[in-house]
């Protein structure tokens, strides 16, 4: 690491303090303060922790201490009347005051074993400590606290490598340029965020950049006032997982040409795969397959890719994309206990295990890999999902409605919205509240990538309401969204825990097409 400030530079690879090409005189000890001042300009510190650190815990007088820090001043142009860069704060400690930016050693033209442009490795991310831009100073612990909880809870996703917290904290101090984060800790992706505080509010602002070429990919800005800040601090803790667990494979995806998979890296492919998986359709599911084939073939450990494997088959055999569903479901039982067997914590992987018993009609037995799954990762959208319409089909349609409402507000955008929306609308015609089951039907049936059944369920919402006319105009659309070959009768999705609801989408069907 390079520390810049003043015209000098403090090489800590290196052990040098450089004035442009010259390499300054600095004994053993003086480059230790140096160092642990600069490291920690943000903060004072205390005489206990400057004689643990660089006198090895050794007792050591109050002139030893000052000797040294009068060495440390001589060399960087300072002196105890100015105190210019190194202040003294009586009963205190001491504190580096100069701003500070860093760099990193030239980059050689091969890339770093860890380092962001290695093919076949995973995505990593580097959670930077937030700034505090204005306002009370009792903003300052949650401007700490809140990067270092993101760290803990990304890191419950598995399959993205996430810095820790003792290398990410280094970038204190002020905005850092992110391009630099990733050649310093091998990090391609990097989290930053402000906090500003204003009489009774607090605002915060969080960033994901790519630091390949310094893009952003996602950003957010939450308010609340400072009673509200455990609130505050919980939504932006599943905004950015969510974001994380969806974002960053579809940002991948997006830079690779998927149509060329024999030449991708196992990483790369697997990405691709899930951006076509999340298609919902025939074409994206075969394209999937072969992606996550590929991952598999030069990671044959790649739980995730397991796990996409999983997730195909249960769309093959759901949707009927196969003339051999029986095979597609033992397929997807097969691939979620491998991907499980490899990563046990990772919560897509439990949440594809608790998806596969849906296949056999079996919602009761899913419940124990969706809480699993929630067990992993608290903020995990779709396995909150999973919970809330295995209590849907259940029968314990309360706590259905509230886990699909977490389950949204986690992910406003997620690809399993229909569904999410569909679990409040099952929930909402078990109460015979037709106007309210309509609505979500609705909210599903207009989401881009929803399908023909879920174009139907609107159709057979309004029929409730006794709305005909646009219950037909429904059924219309839901015949342009089937396709021909695949198509699957809404009520064979319907498990047999349900009976009451096969029956109502028999009856439906039976008043709407002729």
Not at 81 to 90: F, P
Not at 501 to 508: P, R, W
């Amino acid at each position: 690491m390079i520390y810049v400030f003043s015209g000098l530079e403090l090489d800590t690879d290196r052990r040098e303090l450089r004035r442009g090409a010259e390499v300054l005189h600095i004994e053993p000890r003086v480059f230790d303060l140096a160092m642990l001042l600069v490291e920690n300009h943000h903060r004072v510190l205390e005489r206990d922790e400057l004689i643990e650190k660089v006198w090895n815990g050794r007792i050591v007088s109050e002139w030893a201490i000052a000797s040294q820090i009068k060495k440390l001043r001589g060399l960087l142009g300072d002196d105890g009347r100015s105190q210019r860069m190194v202040q003294t704060l009586r009963g205190k400690g001491f504190r580096f005051v100069e701003s500070v930016q860093i760099k990193t050693h030239a980059v050689s033209s091969e890339p770093a074993s860890d380092g962001p442009t290695q093919q076949g490795m995973p995505p990593s991310i580097a959670v930077l400590p937030f700034e505090l831009l204005a306002g009370d100073e009792k903003a300052l612990p949650i401007a700490d606290a809140i990067p270092r909880e993101l760290t803990t809870s990304l890191a419950t996703l598995r399959w993205i490598k996430v810095i820790a917290q003792g290398s990410s904290f280094r970038f204190r101090g002020g905005p850092a340029d992110v391009k630099v984060v990733g050649e310093v800790l091998g990090a391609r992706y990097c989290l930053t965020g402000t906090v500003e505080a204003v009489g009774s509010q607090i605002m915060v602002d969080t960033e994901i950049c790519d630091t390949r070429d310094r893009s952003i990919i996602w950003a957010d800005r939450r308010a609340a006032r400072f009673d509200e800040v455990q609130r505050l601090r919980a939504d932006i803790m599943s905004s950015v997982l969510n974001v994380a667990e969806l974002e960053i494979p579809r940002h991948e995806a997006q830079l690779t040409d998927f149509t060329r998979a024999e030449n991708l890296d196992a990483w790369t492919a697997m990405h691709c795969g899930f951006q076509q998986m999340f298609r919902f359709c025939e074409s994206g599911n075969a394209r999937a397959r072969r992606l996550f084939e590929v991952a598999l073939a030069a990671e044959p450990g790649l739980s995730r890719a397991y796990a996409g494997m999983s997730f195909v088959s249960f769309q093959n055999a759901h949707m009927t994309y196969t003339d051999d569903s029986a095979s597609e479901v033992a397929r997807a039982e097969d691939y979620a206990a491998q991907a499980v067997d490899i990563q046990p914590h990772d919560p897509f992987a439990n949440f594809v295990m608790g998806r596969s018993h849906w296949l056999r009609g079996d919602p009761e037995g899913g419940r124990f890999w969706f809480d699993r799954a929630v067990a992993s990762s608290p903020n995990h959208a779709m396995a909150t999902f999973g919970c809330g319409w295995t209590d849907v089909f259940t029968s314990n349609y309360g706590d259905g409605m509230r886990k699909a409402d977490r389950a949204m507000s986690l992910s406003p955008l997620d690809p399993f919205r229909p569904g999410m929306a569909n679990c409040k609308m099952w929930a909402n015609i078990a109460r015979d509240d037709y106007a309210e089951a309509l609505k979500w039907a609705e909210i599903a049936a207009r989401t881009p990538w929803s399908n023909a059944t879920v174009a139907f369920m609107a159709a057979m919402c309004r029929w409730l309401n006794g709305d005909d006319e646009s219950a037909r105009a429904w059924i219309t659309e839901a015949n342009k969204r089937r396709n021909p070959r695949t198509g699957k009768e809404p009520g064979t999705l319907i498990p047999a825990t349900q009976p009451e609801f096969q029956k109502l989408v028999a009856q439906a069907q039976q008043a709407l097409i002729p």
